[in-house]
């Protein structure tokens, strides 16, 4: 319509106009094209990002906004978290070492005060918990550490769940269980401290099964061209022990949240424009600090209310 009512301009003016009419009849015939074509691309910017979002939509990828797609064209490099990103999140306790008997006693009282957490790690101990039909006491005086465990107290006993940095903090000796921890660590196991009334009682050894497309996405990724860097609060040995299994060159472990997000902020510093993809509230700083935050549909509010996609 527009094409042809400059045509028309052109014509009438060419015809009917002032001297020099050619020179009148170009110069309006343009004058309808310049006025009138930013209505077309009014309604294709628009109409653009709403077969982009409905694309997405069907193979399960919610866009918030429109800014988070326009930026991922071009993002450069891609941070990814492990637990729940790159594993399944759905993880089981497969060892349990230093406890009496058969370690129930410690399953029961640790998956008590996991009942106020949402960590993957904390679903795996009540997922056992559950799995043997061990009853939970009730947990009290409950604190989350981010980034280092749980502490409480359940029937009397103080407890606490969680890594080395928060055993540490709380004074409690390691050597007994080093060799072990570090053992299950180099079979890609999570190992998981539980200290009794200010003793170390039992190491548990968590394993989180990688997603059988993670391997598969982050090949295609690489051949994209787009730098990868995996973060994780795990430990060093089964971030790199993970990091064999995907092919990853790039990783830090034993990361705090605030620590992701400097690790992102870092290489936007770098001239970056990087995406951040997690699941647990300890990656919502860096999915927010992130040009675009990726959060996983599996993980918690707080992740997909910070991420731009979901």
């Given at each position: 319509?527009?094409?042809?009512?400059?045509?028309?301009?052109?014509?009438?003016?060419?015809?009917?106009?002032p001297e020099p009419r050619l020179a009148h009849a170009l110069v309006n015939a343009v004058a309808v094209l310049i006025i009138a074509c930013p209505c077309a691309l009014g309604l294709a910017t628009p109409m653009a990002i709403m077969v982009g979002t409905g694309r997405g939509a069907t193979v399960g990828v919610l866009i918030k906004n429109a800014e988070a797609l326009e930026r991922l064209e071009k993002v450069d490099t891609l941070v990814v978290d492990k637990t729940g990103t790159l594993t399944e999140g759905k993880p089981g306790v497969v060892s349990v070492v230093g406890a009496e008997n058969d370690g129930s006693e410690v399953i029961r009282l640790a998956a008590s005060l996991e009942q106020g957490s949402e960590h993957p790690l904390g679903a795996g101990l009540l997922a056992a918990a559950k799995e043997r039909s061990l009853g939970l006491a009730e947990a009290?005086?409950?604190?989350?550490?981010?980034?280092?465990?749980?502490?409480?107290?359940?029937?009397?006993?103080?407890?606490a769940v969680g890594n080395e940095r928060l055993l540490e903090e709380l004074g409690v000796g390691l050597d007994r269980l080093s060799h072990e921890a570090q053992g299950l660590r180099s079979q890609g196991q999570t190992v998981v401290f539980v200290a009794l009334d200010g003793r170390l009682a039992a190491l548990v050894g968590i394993a989180d099964p990688l997603k059988p497309?993670?391997?598969?996405?982050?090949?295609?990724?690489?051949?994209?061209?787009?730098?990868?860097?995996?973060?994780?609060?795990?430990?060093?040995?089964?971030?790199?022990?993970?990091?064999?299994?995907?092919?990853?060159?790039?990783?830090?472990?034993?990361?705090?949240?605030?620590?992701?997000?400097?690790?992102?902020?870092?290489?936007?510093?770098?001239?970056?424009?990087?995406?951040?993809?997690?699941?647990?509230?300890n990656d919502a700083p860096a999915l927010a600090q992130a040009d675009v935050g990726i959060a996983m549909g599996t993980g918690t509010d707080v992740a997909m209310e910070s991420g731009g996609v979901t």
């Open positions: 319509v527009v094409i042809a009512a400059a045509v028309a301009t052109f014509i009438v003016w060419s015809v009917a106009g009290q005086e409950f604190r989350s550490l981010a980034g280092r465990g749980v502490t409480g107290t359940g029937e009397g006993r103080r407890v497309s993670a391997a598969p996405a982050l090949r295609d990724l690489k051949a994209a061209g787009l730098r990868l860097v995996m973060l994780t609060g795990d430990s060093q040995t089964t971030a790199a022990a993970i990091a064999r299994q995907l092919n990853i060159e790039e990783f830090r472990a034993e990361v705090l949240p605030e620590e992701k997000a400097q690790v992102v902020e870092r290489l936007q510093k770098e001239g970056r424009v990087v995406a951040m993809a997690g699941d647990g509230s």
